[in-house]
């Protein structure tokens, strides 16, 4: 996470560009011809080699999550529950109209931190 933030991935992550050009799933390893900048290669020197992106859209409220394992690549069964997962845990917060004090200094801080480290 701190070579990632560090090198301003975010930024050139094929990932995250297909996630807000796209809806669905896609697997990481088709994205590398995406990939220009070796985000992923990157990802595989830190032992992170087999990942998915999921995005949705619901009523214009956009979530992109992406999972990742080092062991092997995600059974479809895997993949379906988790995209589940993602998808309620977006359909509970999709309501949210105000954060705490405290929860939105901690998001300020998680975000600080993984975009300016």
């Known amino acids: 996470m701190d070579f990632y933030s560090k090198n301003g991935l975010v930024l050139k992550d094929p990932t995250v560009r297909w996630g807000f050009e796209n809806t669905g799933t896609v697997m990481w390893q088709d994205l590398k011809d995406q990939d220009v900048d070796n985000v992923l290669g990157h990802a595989k020197s830190y032992g992170i080699k087999y990942g998915f992106t999921h995005s949705l859209d619901i009523g214009g ?9 080092a062991d092997r ?42 975009t300016h480290n």
């Open 61 to 69: 409220s956009k979530s992109i999550t992406s999972f990742a394992r």
């Open 73 to 114: 690549s995600f059974s479809e069964d895997e993949i379906l529950r988790i995209t589940q997962l993602a998808e309620d845990i977006h359909r509970a917060s999709a309501d949210f109209k105000e954060f705490s004090s405290e929860a939105l200094d901690e998001l300020k801080r998680l975000s600080i931190e993984f």
